[in-house]
């Protein structure tokens, strides 16, 4: 932990810097009880840009690939430092990592407060534009089907396009996390029936 470099997010979901809007709306502001700062660190991205730390996390990837059903194929790693900031334990923004048909992973170090928060709504690449589907992602409802509480050494995986959230811890100072998004020749989750995995 001491000495590992993490980079500071002035808002704790990171988007590509593209200007998705419409009219005078921008359709990445989130509101303002959903605005959390953090911590991050990239191994590894999908515009090829490595970390210099990787190296030391190969074996940990290799496993994350052993754990799937299939062979699959990482497009961002992310590593994620949220800290207690006394907000009572509200979800921040609701999101997808990407707008592109992927899968998507979370792997916990450790115990902790903070839940990842999933809802019953997913995003879907047949709707429209880009806009018109963060439009669609601003304005729905959203209606909460699963928590899931950080617990060492556990990693859950999902649909990359359901809506998720994830929380800052309440109960102790800090929640560490590795966020994968991958992509897979194979249904990861074609034994799975049920709308929300």
Known sequence: MNGFPW???SEDVAYTPHDYGFGDIKLMD????EKSVGFTHLLIDNHGVESPWLPH???FLDA????MPAPIEFTRVRLALQLNNGNGGHHNGVHTDSEKDHYAALYYFHDSSGDTVFFNEYDDPNYGSIDERWWRARTQEYTECKRVTPKANTLFAFDGHQFHSSSNPTTNPYRIICNFNFTS????FAANTTSCH
């Open 30 to 33: 989130m509101k303002p009880e």
């Open 185 to 188: 020749d194979y249904d990861l």
């Open 64 to 67: 994350v690939k052993d754990a």
């Open 7 to 9: 980079f500071f997010l």
């Open 57 to 59: 996390f190969t074996a």
